[in-house]
C-alpha cells in the first residue's frame, strides 16, 4: 500500500461512496475501549496456560533495568500476557492465560497465575520476582490502585486491584491504564526515547492515548488524561459508545473502520474484503483490512483515507494544545497498516493551518509492538519503590 493509491482510490470512489449521514449512524456507535521459541509449555488446566523461556534478542533499554527480576502484564479482554524482565531488562520467560468470561476476581486469580507460571519456567521463584506491573483496559487511578470500571471484563467495578493481586503474590504491584502503560514503554524504552514532550495515540478495538510532558507520563486531577480517542473531530458526527458524538473513536478505530465498510456494502458497494475476512465484515481484523488494502480495494481504500483525515484533524488539535515535538502512532490499526499509513496521516497532518506546530512536529509508528503491554508494566515495576504499593514482596 501507498500514499498515492490511499488518496488515488479515495478521489476515484469519491463520487460513488455516499456522503457521512451522522445525524442517521446509529449502526455506527463504537463501544469504548489494547511470542521466543524454546521450552514452550503448555499447561492444560482451568487457565489455559502456555508459557516459554525466551533468549535474549537485543540490548534493553536503561528504563528496564535495575535490581532483581520484575515481571509485567498486559491484561486484555480475551488474554492475559505476563512476561518476566532479569536485572538486564531482558525478558527471560512469558505466559499466556485465556481472561475468562466470569470476571470479578477470578481475573485476578488469572493475573496471578500468569505470573507464578512465567517465572516457574524461567526457574525462579516469587521470592525472587521484586515488583509487578500491569496495564488494564480501562480507567486508572495510579495512586490507588482502583480500577474505576473496565469494558471488558465484568465485576470490576471500583476494583482494588493492586492490593488484591499483590495479597494473592505476596509482591509490590503497580497498575495503570493500559495505554499510558504502552506509552511509558515507548517513552522509555521505544518510539520515543529521549523526546520530553510526546503524545501517542492508539488506534485499535478503541482509540486509546497517552501524554508526556516534560519527560513525565501527564495523568491531570484525577488521572484520566489522555483520553484522546474522545475529543470531538466532528460535531454532531457519528456516535460514540460513551454516548457523545463525532468523537475520534468514531472514525478511526478498528471498529468505526469496520462499521463503515459494513455499511457501505449493505448500500451496494462491493469489497474484496468480503472474501478476505467472509461476508460478515464487522468480524474483519485490522490484519484483513491491510490486505485488501494492498490489493488496491477502492473501496478500503476510500474508507482508510476518510479515517486518516480525521486522524490528522485529531493530531493538529493535540499539536495546537500541547505542542509536542513528537507523536507516537500505535495499536492494531496502525500495526497492520504500516509505514504508507503514517506517511499519508502525516502529510494530511502538515496541510492542517497553523504550521508553527504541526510543521516541525514527527510522528512515528510505534517501535515495541505487541511488547509494549508487557514492558511498560515492567517500567513501572522498576519504579515502584518510588510509589505507594500494597505489601512488601515475601
Known amino acids: ?12 470512489a469519491a463520487d460513488s ?17 489494547h511470542d521466543g521459541n524454546e521450552a514452550e509449555v503448555i499447561l492444560h488446566d482451568e487457565h ?12 534493553a533499554s536503561p528504563a528496564l533495568i535495575g535490581e532483581g527480576y520484575v515481571a509485567g502484564i498486559d491484561l486484555g479482554g480475551t488474554k492475559i500476557l505476563a512476561a518476566i524482565f532479569a536485572p538486564d531488562g531482558t525478558i527471560v520467560s512469558r505466559s499466556k492465560v ?10 485476578i ?4 497465575a500468569a505470573v507464578r507460571e512465567a517465572a516457574a519456567v524461567a526457574g525462579l521463584s516469587l521470592s525472587q520476582i521484586t515488583a509487578v506491573g500491569t496495564g488494564v483496559p480501562g480507567p486508572v487511578n495510579p495512586d490507588t490502585g482502583v480500577v474505576h ?20 503474590l505476596g509482591i509490590p504491584v503497580a497498575v495503570d491504564n493500559d495505554v499510558r502503560v ?7 524504552a521505544g518510539a520515543g526515547q529521549g523526546a520530553r514532550n510526546m503524545v501517542a495515540i492508539w488506534p485499535g478495538t478503541g482509540v486509546g492515548g497517552g501524554i508526556i510532558i516534560n519527560g513525565q507520563i501527564y495523568t491531570g486531577a484525577d488521572s484520566y488524561a489522555g483520553e484522546i480517542g474522545h475529543i470531538t473531530v466532528k460535531v454532531g458526527g457519528a456516535p460514540c459508545g460513551c454516548g457523545g458524538r463525532g468523537h475520534l473513536e468514531a472514525y478511526c478505530s478498528r471498529t468505526a473502520i ?33 490486505e485488501a488494502a494492498s490489493l488496491g480495494d477502492p473501496l478500503v481504500l476510500a474508507v482508510l483515507e476518510r479515517t486518516a483525515r480525521y486522524l490528522a484533524i485529531g493530531i493538529a488539535s493535540v499539536a495546537n494544545l500541547l505542542n509536542p515535538e513528537l507523536i507516537v502512532l500505535g495499536g492494531g490499526v496502525v500495526e497492520a497498516l504500516g509505514a504508507p499509513y503514517i506517511d499519508r496521516v502525516t502529510a494530511l497532518v502538515r496541510a492542517q493551518p497553523f504550521a508553527a506546530t504541526t510543521g516541525p512536529l514527527r510522528i512515528v509508528q510505534s517501535a515495541l509492538g505487541d511488547d509494549a503491554g508487557v514492558t511498560g508494566a515492567a517500567i513501572m515495576a522498576r519504579q515502584i519503590g518510588t510509589r505507594h504499593t500494597g505489601v512488601t514482596a515475601a
Do not use: Q, Y
Request: glycine fraction near 6%; proline fraction near 4%; avoid cysteine.
Open 1 to 12: 500500500m501507498t500514499d498515492t493509491s490511499i488518496t488515488d482510490a479515495h478521489n476515484e
Open 48 to 59: 489455559l496456560m502456555e508459557a516459554h523461556t525466551e533468549a535474549h534478542t537485543r540490548a
Open 258 to 290: 469496520v462499521k463503515r465498510l459494513h455499511k457501505l456494502v449493505r448500500s451496494g458497494h462491493r469489497t474484496r474484503l468480503t472474501r478476505i475476512a467472509g461476508k460478515n465484515i464487522l468480524k474483519a481484523k485490522s490484519s484483513d483490512i491491510a
Open 98 to 107: 485465556l481472561t475468562g468470561s466470569v470476571g470479578g476476581f477470578d481475573v
Open 17 to 33: 461512496i455516499p456522503a457521512d449521514h451522522d445525524g442517521n449512524e446509529a449502526a455506527d456507535s463504537i463501544p469504548a475501549d
Open 109 to 112: 486469580d488469572r493475573l496471578a
Open 182 to 188: 504502552a506509552v511509558t514503554a515507548e517513552h522509555g
Open 149 to 168: 470500571v473496565t469494558p471488558n471484563i465484568p465485576g470490576w467495578e471500583l476494583m482494588p486491584l493492586r492490593d488484591e493481586l499483590s495479597s494473592r
